[in-house]
């Protein structure tokens, strides 16, 4: 089975900043493209961000220049550093195996003073 565990969400005030982690189980990980959705309340699940198997990259452009995202394909996880927090980052975030078109269960995020 395909697993992939999200974790690192919570409440952080506007401007500061999260790390989320997705540990992923299974051997195609090395191979796969992988990415960060999110989901706010009332809105569609839309793309963060992925990162291919060469560590290629791309953003939506909302987070450019904010979040950083990346892969240690050693410990099968994939990053989601997050920085200079607004209120409207607020949602769950889940990340997504591209090529098995595979799914965590999300970590909340919630940017609020």
């Known amino acids: 089975q395909v697993q992939l565990v999200e974790s690192g969400g919570g409440l952080v005030q506007p401007g500061g900043s999260l790390r989320l982690s997705c540990a992923a189980s299974?051997?195609?990980?090395?191979?796969?493209?992988m990415g960060w959705y999110r989901q706010a309340p009332g809105k569609e699940r839309e793309l963060v961000a992925s990162?291919?198997?060469?560590?290629?990259?791309n953003y939506a452009d909302s987070v450019k220049g904010r979040f950083t995202i990346s892969r240690d394909n050693a410990k099968k996880t994939v990053y989601l550093q997050m920085t200079s927090l607004k209120p409207e980052d607020t949602a769950v975030y889940y990340c997504?195996?591209?090529?098995?078109?595979?799914w965590g269960q999300g970590t909340l995020v919630t940017v609020s003073s």
């Open positions: 997504n195996n591209r090529l098995l078109n595979a």
């Open positions: 299974g051997s195609i990980f090395s191979i796969a493209t």
């Open positions: 990162i291919t198997s060469s560590s290629s990259t």
